[in-house]
């Protein structure tokens, strides 16, 4: 049972355009979301994360949304550049279990 | 120099061997875990220590076992290896446990485990 899904496996923009990728949960009890990107033969890296008492976190090109009542977050990336092409993984965690629960990433191409 | 580092960063073996993969951060953070990424890419945790200290425990095979000789380094035993442990096992920290709104894990590069 998947708590995290991210249900698009790959997205491809153009350079300069919006990339807005997605993520949905079912555990009502997640109080703290994260996106973290992951280039290939490298750890996932961290992001940008948001506080279940927001609804959007903004940190230069990188903005999430959080809409809790339909369990669902995005992350927008604008403008797109060549080097955000990279797997973006959502995960949330509940209270202080010290836990992230990931969904299965996204693949995203940003074309030139 | 590498945060979270992980040895080795790619494994072959036979069904049935013991094989360890090692991980050590220079972070000073007080939590250490294993994620394991299946196939079908999911990042799944299997363990958190902190300070030395199991904390998290996700139902894995007890033929898994980790050992944190100090808060520094963790390191995942696996016994008699099966096809499905093939994976990629990703080693990360961070500063304290529980207090994810504070940060975030930062990751190794992960140890690609294949069985034959």
């Known amino acids: 049972d998947q708590q995290v899904k991210q249900n698009s496996p790959s997205l491809s923009v153009q350079e300069g355009r919006i990339s807005i990728l997605n993520c949905d949960y079912t555990?009502?009890?997640?109080?703290?979301f994260l996106w973290y990107k992951k280039y290939p033969a490298e750890g996932p890296t961290f992001l940008i994360s948001i506080s279940s008492i927001k609804d959007k976190n903004e940190d230069g090109r990188f903005t999430v949304f959080l809409n809790k009542s339909a369990k669902h977050l995005s992350l927008h990336i604008v403008p797109s550049q060549p080097g955000d092409s990279a797997v973006y993984f959502c995960a949330a965690s509940a209270g202080n279990t010290g836990k992230l629960i990931f969904g299965q990433g996204t693949t995203l191409q940003v074309k030139p | 120099d590498t945060a979270v580092s992980q040895t080795p960063k790619y494994l072959v073996t036979q069904m049935g061997n013991d094989k360890s993969i090692k991980c050590e951060q220079n972070l000073g953070h007080d939590t250490m875990y294993w994620y394991k990424q299946d196939s079908k890419k999911f990042l799944k945790i299997m363990f958190s220590?902190?300070?030395?200290?199991?904390?998290i425990n996700e139902t894995v095979p007890n033929r898994f076992s980790p050992k944190s000789p100090d808060k520094a380094h963790l390191n995942l035993h696996i016994n008699s290896l099966e096809l499905g442990d093939s994976a990629v096992y990703f080693c990360?920290?961070?500063?304290?446990?529980?207090?994810?709104?504070?940060?975030?894990?930062?990751f190794g590069e992960g140890s690609r485990l294949t069985v034959l």
């Open positions: 990360a920290s961070s500063q304290n446990h529980g207090t994810l709104d504070t940060g975030e894990l930062f």
């Open positions: 555990n009502s009890m997640f109080d703290y």
């Open positions: 220590y902190n300070n030395k200290e199991l904390i």
